[in-house]
């Protein structure tokens, strides 16, 4: 496979309470603040699960695009997939795939060995979609949205260790998968309950149909528990659980597997 889930990115109406809870919860810390996302009208925190990423922004000037995703889809909620892959040539052949679809680039850039590019939502369907390759090519190490490697430090392994899978959700599953597919040159499966994925280095990219009521968007992420029992003590005490299997933080359902 040529793609990592490397972070995932959350949006939230105020940042500091969303990483009060990822702190409670997970017992994970911000290892990072971008101060770039200013640019956007944010800021942000990075929080490691392993060598895997969550990420949290929240608007601090009216009028931007967060703050209008927040108000649309009624809440805090799941914003970006940020996959990183192993080469310029990985990144490139993706990006023509997309563009031949009509697929249209939001943003994107070089920050010292990162290149990024963001695919726009409202072509990909699901969420942003953001693919990046790294000239270090380090899947488990050096990632320059976490300040390099300074966020080795923050790593916590006690009650989660990675993340395991990402779930879309759309009205019309298979087709969402085929176009997120497509972009990726990846074949789409079905998983024991008949929902689409598509197979990453590090898990899944999963599709289901909304049952939320907030319609398509980024809807859930499964997380490796090493101690359920202490995470769903620490969720109860926050009013966060829903079930021995899942809690939900910051809009967004973690599946714990």
Not at 153 to 177: F, G, H, T
Request: charged share 20%.
């Amino acid at each position: 496979m040529s793609f990592t889930i490397r972070q995932i990115c959350l949006v939230a109406d105020k940042l500091q309470p969303v990483i009060e809870d990822f702190s409670h919860v997970l017992e994970i810390e911000n290892c990072y603040s971008d101060p770039q996302v200013d640019f956007f009208g944010l800021e942000n925190g990075l929080l490691p699960i392993g060598t895997d990423f969550i990420e949290i922004v929240a608007p601090i000037r009216d009028n931007t695009p967060a703050g209008r995703y927040i108000e649309r889809r009624g809440g805090n909620g799941g914003y970006m997939v940020l996959l990183q892959t192993d080469s310029e040539e990985i990144q490139a052949s993706s990006l023509t795939r997309a563009k031949k679809m009509g697929i249209r680039v939001a943003f994107g850039g070089t920050f010292e060995t990162y290149h990024f590019t963001q695919l726009h939502p409202a072509d990909t369907g699901g969420s942003f979609l953001q693919i990046d390759w790294d000239s270090q090519n380090e899947h488990n190490g050096y990632w320059y949205n976490a300040g390099g490697n300074r966020w080795k430090e923050y790593v916590n392994r006690d009650l989660v260790s990675a993340i395991a899978a990402v779930e879309l959700q759309a009205e019309e599953p298979a087709l969402l998968a085929q176009r997120w597919g497509e972009i990726l040159d990846i074949p789409v499966t079905s998983n024991k309950h008949g929902n689409p994925e598509l197979a990453l280095n590090n898990g899944v990219i999963r599709v289901v149909t909304p049952e939320d009521g907030r319609g398509e968007g980024l809807g859930a992420v499964d997380l490796e528990v090493e101690n359920r029992q202490k995470l769903l003590a620490s969720a109860q005490a926050r009013g966060l659980k829903v079930s021995d299997s899942q809690v939900i933080i910051c809009g967004v359902r973690f599946n714990l597997v």
